[in-house]
């Protein structure tokens, strides 16, 4: 059975910090996604990693997929507010995904 | 945004009670997907679709139904309503590309059982 591991659950930092979120997996994936959830909407696709090694940029947030594709991270530099939500990743060889259990990021002003 | 609709958004039902909700495309996608969401469990798959009529089971559709006559309507039913069942739904639409199967959300349906 395939399974996605987050790290860590919570995070809660001060607007301007640095923070990273683990993705972490024993199994292969062949592409990895992270999505973006917010109260009371549904989840919102940031971006997909296919290829082992791969870096993705997407503004202030930086997407890695490891060399093995086992695992990927999340990296956001100087958080602002509108960072707050919840993280989830998810990878899957077929039609269906597994998902993380997620990490909620909370940044105060 | 991709045209996903859910119908109802909020429902509070009592047990035994039958319930089905409704996710609405505009996109045409072939693949078609039930979540629920519960604090601590993430989302979790319960049923998903791969074509009219084509549907298979996820890892908690015990006590779930789906049906999908036509592409861009997917209905979950909930057969017998249980306080267990209180959590809130999610409907996702994806076609594949190569091997990635990147989903776009509804908005999401709290279901409420008393």
């Known amino acids: 059975t395939q399974l996605l591991e987050q790290s860590p659950q919570f995070l809660s930092i001060q607007e301007g910090e640095n923070l990273t979120v683990y993705c972490n997996s024993s199994?292969?994936?062949?592409?990895l996604q992270w999505y973006r959830q917010e109260p009371g909407e549904g989840p919102v696709l940031l971006v997909t990693v296919v290829t082992g090694g791969e870096v993705k940029k997407l503004k202030r947030l930086t997407f890695q997929f490891g060399d093995a594709r086992k695992d990927s991270s999340l990296h956001i530099t100087a958080a602002q507010p509108g960072d707050t939500g919840l993280y989830l990743c998810a990878g899957g060889d077929t039609g269906k995904l597994i998902f993380g259990q997620g990490t909620t990021l909370q940044v105060k002003p | 945004d991709a045209g996903i609709t859910q119908s109802p958004r909020h429902k509070v039902t009592e047990t035994g009670t039958p319930v089905t909700l409704r996710c609405h495309q505009t996109?045409?996608?072939?693949?078609m997907y039930w979540y629920r969401q519960d604090p601590g469990h993430g989302l979790r798959l319960i049923h998903y679709?791969?074509?009219?009529?084509?549907?298979d089971k996820g890892e908690v559709s015990d006590g779930y139904s789906v049906s999908r006559s036509k592409t861009e309507d997917f209905l979950l039913t909930l057969e017998s309503a249980t306080s267990s069942q209180t959590s809130v739904y999610f409907c996702?639409?994806?076609?594949?590309?190569?091997?990635?199967?990147?989903?776009?959300f509804g908005p999401g349906t709290r279901l409420t059982v008393t």
């Open positions: 996702a639409i994806s076609e594949s590309a190569g091997n990635t199967y990147e989903q776009y």
């Open positions: 996109e045409n996608h072939r693949y």
């Open positions: 199994s292969v994936f062949s592409s």
């Open positions: 679709s791969y074509g009219v009529k084509d549907t």
